[in-house]
């Protein structure tokens, strides 16, 4: 079937770049655009007119845990002053021996994908997928519509507590080598499944939970499965200075000495190179090796904000020529929402109103991830390119006057302004609706499953900790009589 979408300000890719026609059209066949355009004259079998929409190609959100929305509200652990920029072990490690509730794929792994497709994603990186059943995981990717890169995370050591709630690395010898072999097989498996919506991806955990030998394998596995690795690196503080303890040598220096940078790897975070004022190691220079390697870098804004942290800098980065592209992490999915902090936070580090311009945030969020990931179909408007299209509502009180939609959408837009969301040439949201399942009866099983996660937090923390101890509520709360 032939649809045409007209009017509105389409985001047209031209050669190099994006460019903006005012009350264009554009035209998709099937899983494929065919026309971009000022009109279209030929014919089209359903049309969708869009007068004060911005007509976008998908977002790619490059950097995704999709069950962390309950998980993610003990991230600012009100019990803790020593994580320096990791605090997601607040929720991801647990005493040790003991276990957290299993994470559901029909709950919480559906609701972290529709929330990041809610947030403008048509592509997804669900980075290293853990407690699931990864059948039952393929499955989803294929009836939510949603197109995925994923697999299986694999690493040698994970963190716990002590008794005392010391962060430890618990080492498991040969455990990353094993992970890494489910994951080829899952990927042998799946890899080009549902239409080639959902794609394999080799997801190691972290430079400091994965040995060298892990990492070298990796390298091979994804040369001979024709995949690409996220990594995550350079993450926090405590990384940086454990690293820089064993090894002589920085995080990013260390991944380049072991051979593992490349076009291929994308690596999720980067925020602690050398060059960072909580590093202040003035003894190299990180940048230039992630630039001259080709990497890519995964950048989630919301995530470091959150802990008084941001890149330093989003326009540096550039300016070196590294490849930068958009994630939300945790929580929320909001990839609208990144942009604008993306660029917010650049001007805040640089001090300068001159950067962090709108449009290199947004074709971060586009063109950025499609390299990343090595595609030139996806991230852009063009004949040939995929079916992936967002239309986003910019006739609302909070946009006010439209002069450029791209400003606007990135200093006054959010996800609940995404109104349709095609993938592939399927529609999954249509005039902010859920096509394919009840959203209303996902929303109450979510609050169910997150109140049993937080009824849990006793059994997996140090010391009895509750979850008013970690995460306090904002007032006194008055239950019911």
Request: with cysteine; glycine share 12%.
């Amino acid at each position: 079937m032939r649809t045409l979408i007209r009017g509105g300000w389409v985001v047209a890719f031209s050669g190099g770049g994006h460019e903006l026609i005012r009350d264009g059209a554009v035209v998709y066949e099937g899983d494929r655009i065919v026309h971009v355009g000022h009109r279209f004259d030929g014919r089209a079998d359903r049309t969708i007119d869009a007068p004060g929409m911005l007509v976008s190609p998908g977002l790619i959100n490059t950097h995704v845990h999709a069950a962390t929305n309950a998980r993610s509200a003990l991230f600012l652990d009100a019990t803790r002053a020593d994580y320096f920029g990791m605090n997601f072990v607040s929720y991801q490690a647990g005493l040790r021996g003991a276990k957290q509730p299993p994470r559901s794929v029909e709950v919480d792994a559906r609701f972290g994908y529709w929330a990041a497709v809610r947030g403008g994603a048509t592509t997804i990186l669900d980075v290293g997928i853990r407690g699931y059943p990864l059948d039952e995981y393929a499955a989803l990717v294929g009836a939510l519509g949603v197109r995925a890169y994923a697999g299986p995370g694999f690493r040698d050591a994970g963190y716990v507590f002590d008794a005392e709630g010391r962060v430890e690395w618990e080492w498991t010898p040969g455990a990353g080598l094993a992970g890494l072999e489910r994951a080829k097989a899952w990927i042998a498996a799946n890899h080009g499944s549902h239409h080639d919506r959902l794609r394999g991806m080799l997801y190691p955990g972290q430079v400091d939970t994965t040995t060298p030998e892990t990492l070298a394998a990796t390298k091979v596995a994804a040369r001979e499965l024709g995949v690409g690795i996220q990594l995550h690196a350079a993450l926090n503080q405590r990384e940086f200075q454990s690293v820089l303890r064993e090894r002589n040598e920085t995080p990013l220096q260390y991944l380049r000495t072991i051979g593992f940078l490349g076009p291929e790897v994308i690596l999720g975070h980067c925020v602690f190179h050398a060059g960072h004022s909580w590093a202040h190691y003035p003894y190299a220079d990180d940048l230039a090796l992630v630039a001259a390697s080709g990497a890519s870098v995964s950048h989630s804004p919301s995530k470091y904000a959150k802990m008084g942290l941001a890149l330093e800098s989003f326009s540096a980065y550039r300016a070196r020529g590294i490849n930068l592209a958009l994630g939300t992490d945790t929580y929320p999915q909001d990839l609208i929402a990144e942009m604008r902090l993306a660029g917010l936070m650049t001007r805040w580090v640089d001090g300068s109103f001159r950067t962090g311009a709108p449009r290199d945030v947004y074709d971060a969020a586009t063109l950025g991830g499609a390299r990343a990931l090595g595609r030139d179909d996806l991230g852009r408007l063009a004949p040939g390119a995929k079916a992936d299209l967002i239309l986003v509502d910019l006739a609302q009180a909070h946009h006010g006057a439209v002069r450029d939609p791209i400003a606007s959408l990135v200093e006054c837009g959010s996800g609940t302004d995404v109104r349709t969301v095609i993938v592939d040439g399927e529609t999954l949201l249509d005039d902010g609706r859920a096509v394919r399942f009840d959203e209303a009866a996902l929303l109450r099983a979510v609050q169910t499953a997150g109140e049993r996660i937080w009824r849990t937090v006793p059994e997996w923390r140090p010391k009895g900790q509750t979850v008013d101890d970690v995460a306090p509520m904002s007032y006194r709360v008055r239950e019911p009589q």
